[in-house]
């Protein structure tokens, strides 16, 4: 993986100054099926394999685009492909950061977190249940497509449930927002498998939640 | 009357309307029923009343857009997702008094609260776009437009294969949930393409839509995935009724005016 990437930036050092960097779909570090019953394999595929890979196609495209409108001045192209970019690599990042989300029950998918996090969480929510209730029920309620988040903002070191729309990262709710758990509600990540029972779908998500990586990341923002 | 009603007698209208078309499906009163309320409020001096939308059925039959909508595509989409907003809708106005008594236009216009959606609006909207979606299309749909909605195309775009691209494009690169209308826009007198995000629908600038594409993921991922573009395609090369848009746009006619009326010269 990373000699592709190297490859490409190699490849392409040669176009303008700027060295524009290409992005890449990033493996699953698990199968397509190691989700089942809980996700199936069939949405996996579908959605890291076509949706996650169509938003890293057209973040590229939008950013060549820019690098041609950036060489030439051109302010209202530039302007013009604020929301592509939002919005792809919105999606780019947030797919990302779901792959690593999510683990297989015999990786550890589903196991609650301890120590730090897991008092923290306590602390906040005053229990692991009534935090998995509280994103439930923000994820239910989302109109349209969109996010749900668990995060922590560093600033206030407190931890916090939100809800993004479309592709829109959680820093866009709040400059120190880190995100630890993000929790994808577009219908294209459970339509096949629950089709217009969200509920059901955030219900059985927890099942395989990598509480393990959203841990990690809570010890190494919150120092 | 300053809105656009597409219905000659609202089917989906509050409960004082006592015409009920057929493939209505009753919502459950959970309190009286309309007899005993009637009586009630007959009695007892007009005291609490309540506006109820009932679910109005597609004009053909679920199976019958098979196989470019299949028929579990519209009992999830229909019987799912649109059943849940008029559910949830009447759940939302037993509580709210202030909204009684509004056709389903209205009910619109006001919960969108000029671009302050109240909590009703998400509901209502999307149970009239719904009936709008469904009415759009027809088995063996598709094809041209005729005559005078043709016409008007051609001249708002040029040509109907440049209407078609703008159709096709803005269902394309519309980001999230939402629908790609043909409006006939108020003001300016012309057809136009837009898109619209979530539950927004033209009505609420006082625009008059004539055919809607519904392009939330649950409307096409059962059918064809991710694959949007052939879901477009099929729309209106199979889907799209043109004789819905036409009935429309005579209508629409009345409200605006599109041009000056051929007099003969003696």
């Not at chain 1, 019953?37 to 060549?64: C, D, F, R, V, W």
């Not at chain 2, 007892?44 to 004009?59: E, H, I, M, N, W």
């Not at chain 2, 041209?144 to 803005?170: C, H, W, Y």
């Not at chain 2, 573009?229 to 009724?241: A, E, I, Q, R």
Request: glycine fraction near 8%; charge should be neutral.
């Amino acid at each position: 993986m990373a000699l592709r990437s190297l490859m490409t930036r190699k490849a392409t050092l040669g176009l303008g100054l700027r060295g524009l960097q290409t992005f890449s779909l990033p493996d699953l570090p698990y199968d397509y099926g190691a989700l089942e019953p809980a996700i199936s394999g069939e949405i996996m595929q579908l959605h890291h394999h076509k949706h996650h890979q169509a938003y890293i196609t057209n973040y590229n495209k939008a950013l060549e685009q820019l690098e041609g409108a950036l060489a030439k001045g051109d302010t209202t192209s530039i302007v013009k492909l604020q929301s592509a970019i939002k919005f792809n690599g919105g999606g780019h990042i947030n797919h990302s950061i779901f792959w690593k989300n999510l683990t297989p029950v015999r990786e550890g998918g589903g196991e609650p977190p301890h120590s730090s996090l897991g008092w923290a969480i306590d602390t906040n929510f005053g229990s692991l249940e009534a935090l998995v209730q509280k994103i439930n029920s923000e994820g239910a309620a989302l109109q349209g497509s969109g996010w749900v988040w668990f995060g922590l903002d560093k600033e206030s070191k407190k931890l916090v449930v939100e809800t993004t729309a479309n592709q829109d990262p959680l820093v866009t709710k709040g400059q120190h927002l880190v995100p630890l758990l993000g929790i994808d509600v577009w219908e294209h990540a459970y339509y096949l498998q629950y089709k217009n029972v969200r509920p059901d779908y955030l219900k059985n998500i927890w099942k395989v939640i990598n509480w393990k990586y959203a841990s990690e990341v809570y010890d190494k923002e919150s120092k | 009357m300053g809105s656009f009603c597409y219905h000659t007698f609202p089917a989906s209208s509050h409960r004082l309307v006592s015409d009920f078309s057929q493939g209505f499906k009753s919502p459950k009163l959970p309190y009286l029923s309309n007899q005993q309320e009637r009586w009630f409020s007959r009695y007892q001096g007009a005291s609490k009343v309540f506006a109820y939308y009932g679910l109005r059925a597609p004009p053909y039959k679920l199976d019958a857009l098979e196989p470019y909508m299949s028929r579990r595509t519209l009992e999830k989409h229909w019987g799912g997702h649109h059943r849940n907003y008029v559910e949830g809708l009447n759940k939302q106005l037993e509580k709210n008094e202030v909204l009684y008594g509004c056709t389903m236009d209205e009910l619109v216009k006001l919960t969108y609260n000029n671009g302050n959606p109240l909590p009703e609006f998400n509901n209502a909207a999307q149970v009239w776009n719904h009936d709008f979606f469904w009415d759009s299309m027809q088995p063996g749909g598709g094809d041209m437009p005729k005559l005078g909605v043709l016409q008007q195309i051609e001249k708002d775009f040029g040509s109907f294969t440049n209407f078609r691209e703008k159709f096709v494009e803005a269902a394309l690169t519309l980001f999230g949930s939402g629908w790609v209308w043909l409006v006939l826009k108020r003001e300016e007198r012309r057809l136009a393409v837009i898109k619209t995000s979530n539950a927004v629908c033209p009505l609420v600038w006082d625009d008059i839509p004539i055919i809607s594409l519904d392009m939330w993921e649950h409307a096409y991922y059962l059918d064809y995935k991710n694959d949007k573009g052939k879901y477009v395609n099929v729309f209106m090369n199979h889907l799209v009724s043109w004789n819905v848009a036409t009935g429309r746009m005579a209508r629409a006619e009345a409200f605006v005016n599109l041009g000056e009326p051929k007099i003969p010269i003696a």
